[in-house]
């Protein structure tokens, strides 16, 4: 099972990471404050590792969120709240 999680959360980081290449090709994005969320992100990823299956379903969430690509500001919000909730608030991004 361990395998598995282990599996699932270098999937979601790689999904974080090309989504973060993507916003650099396509250029736009305020990128200081898309790296700050994507730092944000794999440490949830990773934190939530061994975490309950509704943790993990929540950092998940944020991670497809991410994928479709809508504002950079409606990303922050997803991904402060789920650090919030998840009581990670040192995780939590203040927009510019």
Not at 13 to 38: C, F, H, K, Y
Request: a positive charge; hydrophobic letters at 50%; charged letters at 25%.
């Amino acid at each position: 099972m361990i395998n598995v999680l282990e599996h699932d959360t270098d999937v979601l980081v790689r999904q974080v990471d090309s989504q973060l290449a993507l916003m650099r090709l396509s250029g736009g994005a305020d990128m200081t404050v898309a790296e700050r969320l994507a730092v944000s992100l794999r440490e949830l990823i990773v934190s939530t590792t061994r975490a309950s299956a509704v943790d993990r379903a929540r950092v998940r969430a944020a991670v497809h969120y991410l994928m479709l690509r809508r504002s950079l500001v409606a990303d922050l919000r997803v991904v402060n709240e789920i650090a919030r909730s998840l009581g990670r608030d040192d995780l939590v991004i203040q927009a510019a």
